[in-house]
């Protein structure tokens, strides 16, 4: 046997080793051996480097440096779950799922296991990339550290398609938990707080041998490619555990609720005895047809939806409430806390919402509270026990006063939060601005962060978010903690800025009420910051979607004349405030108007592509047939219901060509 094949026999061996030992858990070698075989390996590779490979065996140790972990945009958009903490909620979700499909409905039961979620991409079954879920757009690039997860194949088993997409969670057993904080107790450093947090934390560590000491693991729940010939989730789990992944045991595939609902109340109690922690259970229809039928909203699948087990409470002290202003003038009341253990955390501050919350509650100062936390997240206190109450206590009187800029607050008619109308001279209002301008999900800037902004406004450097692109690097050398490399970063951040399309700008601008897709929405119809400027209330109402409290928002930022101004200088300097000609050859208003339901298998385009023909052509989607429905676009496999559907109110069915003609 000569050298290159008996390094590549060796590396072979050791990834099946890898597998019998962290996915299998049914080693056929002991440490000593499989340490020995890995050790010649080195070796052999050491003395030939022309045989090298990025996912040898050897590379599992790690030892690669990362400063800067690139951000990548996701090819398929890692969505969030809907949450459900009841029955009632399933079975609503159900009633929802069976008016949007046809036939049986299956569905598979798979626990929501709490760590780090994960997109890997395998192209000819070589491991290409690990990019984390970010803000489910766009990620970090953590690819050298996800190598020295042993249960992640770097080569795939069998049979697989050209380019795969593999979802799931990076976790840390409790036991490996357990056992990393004993060693840094010993050795005086803090504990670390829950496995979560560690093991979304260890991926961003920029030494991958430090990521490689920790004992992370890869649990695998969700497959995505172009035209996966799968045809149901539990195909897609089996498939996986084929190639070489660790996919939990306890999934189960099940006929109905009732059965779902089973399989809830039995881990609801035996969570407490799994290796890793468990915060609910994922419900999704297993048909994949059914899925693609069902789609998604604006944020999840309509097809999936967690259940989350009730959440742990515990009781503590109240010792002060204090106010924080938000970057719309906002109030928010804070509970500060006596420190308190909760689901893994120590909780210090809890959200008391608003004045009618307090009230309701009858939350003083000096109060034992019981504290949740709202979806194993966010703190939040339920109730106060006031058999502990202080018979000298007082009620609690809201502020009248910004505790910022001291401005009266005022509170509309109809809203429950009480807002600070000191829209320009209010600094945590401007700084917030500032802040939600440089956003990912807005204007993306590199190299500046939320201490940055704090830092950059109180030096006189920045009043709001167009003097950003007036910052130079000489004006930033002399602040607190910014050399040279960091102002050259900031300032070419701001550059590269100028290329975000329109309708995130548009988004990042602040307006109340205009989130991402009411943004998008407004953007497409407008095309420009300058036909949006001039809309009427009238104009802006008959928009899709838009009613009259955005409305009101709109003109009202537009009524404000620093505003106007912030936008004429974005103008000058090069942002984009109307949609590039490039955006614009691919939209027209041939559909306007025009709502239209796909239902069923299109061999042209996939059914996403469809949807996005529609809106770029001025229609709207919609996923239930009714009587505004202008259109249903039928593919192969067209559910029987919808069809009787669609002819039962006279709504034409069209086919995918009838549709291609229509856009021409």
Excluded at 160 to 171: A, C, M, S, Y
Excluded at 288 to 308: F, M, V
Excluded at 402 to 428: D, I, S
Excluded at 459 to 471: I, M, Q
Aim: proline fraction near 4%; glycine fraction near 6%.
């Amino acid at each position: 046997m000569d050298i290159e094949e008996k390094i590549k026999t060796l590396r072979e061996e050791l990834h099946q080793h890898n597998h019998n030992y962290y996915v299998l858990d049914a080693p056929i070698i002991s440490d000593f051996e499989f340490d020995q075989k890995l050790k010649h390996l080195q070796e052999l590779e050491l003395h030939h480097p022309e045989f090298f490979d990025a996912n040898s065996p050897t590379l599992r140790v790690g030892g690669s440096i990362t400063k800067n972990f690139e951000t990548v945009v996701h090819e398929f958009r890692m969505h969030s779950l809907d949450n459900s903490y009841s029955e009632a909620d399933l079975l609503d979700w159900e009633k929802r799922l069976k008016k949007l499909v046809d036939g049986e409905v299956n569905y598979t039961c798979e626990l929501k296991y709490d760590g780090a979620s994960m997109s890997i991409t395998y192209i000819n079954g070589i491991l290409e990339k690990a990019v984390t879920r970010g803000d489910g757009f766009q990620g970090d690039n953590v690819t050298n550290n996800v190598k020295t997860i042993r249960s992640v194949p770097l080569h795939l088993k069998g049979k697989f398609p050209q380019k795969v997409l593999v979802r799931g969670e990076i976790v840390l057993p409790i036991a490996g938990f357990i056992k990393m904080n004993e060693e840094r107790i010993e050795i005086g450093e803090e504990p670390y707080a829950n496995p979560r947090n560690t093991a979304s934390g260890s991926l961003k560590l920029q030494d991958s041998a430090e990521v490689s000491k920790r004992p992370l693991d890869f649990l695998m729940y969700n497959l995505v490619a172009e035209k996966l010939p799968i045809h149901s989730q539990m195909e897609a789990l089996d498939k996986a555990r084929d190639w070489g992944f660790k996919v939990p045991k306890d999934c189960k595939l099940v006929k109905n609720m009732e059965e779902v609902l089973d399989f809830i109340h039995y881990w609801d109690t035996q969570r407490h005895y799994l290796p890793y922690e468990t915060d609910g259970v994922v419900i999704k229809v297993n048909n994949i047809q059914q899925q693609e039928e069902l789609g998604y909203t604006a944020k999840s699948p309509r097809w999936a939806i967690a259940y989350k087990f009730k959440s742990e409470q515990v009781a503590t002290i109240l010792h002060q409430i204090t106010y924080q202003v938000g970057r719309t003038g906002a109030i928010t009341p804070v509970a500060n806390l006596e420190p308190v253990q909760l689901a893994g955390t120590i909780v210090k501050r809890a959200s008391l919402h608003n004045a009618d919350q307090i009230e309701k509650l009858d939350i003083r100062e000096g109060d034992t509270v019981f504290v949740e936390k709202g979806g194993e997240i966010i703190p939040k206190i339920i109730a106060v026990d006031f058999t502990k109450r202080n018979i000298h206590s007082h009620t609690t009187t809201y502020i009248t006063h910004c505790p910022e800029c001291y401005t009266k607050l005022v509170r509309k008619e109809g809203e429950a939060q009480h807002y600070c109308p000191n829209f320009y001279g209010c600094p945590p209002q401007i700084t917030g601005r500032i802040q939600h301008f440089i956003s990912r999900k807005a204007m993306d800037i590199e190299g500046l962060g939320g201490e940055t902004v704090e830092l950059l406004y109180k030096e006189g450097l920045v009043k709001n978010y167009a003097d950003l692109y007036t910052l130079k690097i000489e004006q930033l050398l002399p602040l607190e903690r910014m050399a040279q490399k960091s102002a050259e970063n900031l300032v070419e951040g701001v550059e590269k800025s100028k290329l975000i399309p329109f309708e995130r700008v548009l988004f990042a601008l602040g307006i109340r009420f205009v989130g991402e897709t009411v943004a998008k929405k407004l953007a497409r119809h407008y095309k420009s910051i300058e036909a949006l400027k001039n809309a009427t209330a009238m104009e802006l109402i008959m928009v899709d979607e838009i009613g009259e409290k955005i409305a009101e928002s709109v003109l009202e930022f537009f009524s404000k004349e620093d505003n106007l101004e912030n936008i004429c200088r974005l103008q000058s300097y090069g942002v984009q405030l109307q949609i590039s000609e490039e955006e614009l050859q691919g939209q027209t208003d041939r559909l306007q108007g025009n709502t239209f339901v796909v239902s069923g298998v299109f061999e042209k385009v996939s059914r996403d592509d469809l949807k996005k023909l529609i809106e770029n052509n001025g229609g709207k989607v919609s996923g239930s047939i009714s009587t505004k429905t202008s259109y249903v676009i039928a593919g192969q496999n067209m559910g029987p219901s919808k069809k009787t559907k669609a002819e039962s109110l006279g709504v034409p069915i069209i086919s995918e060509d009838d549709f291609f003609k229509k856009i021409d």
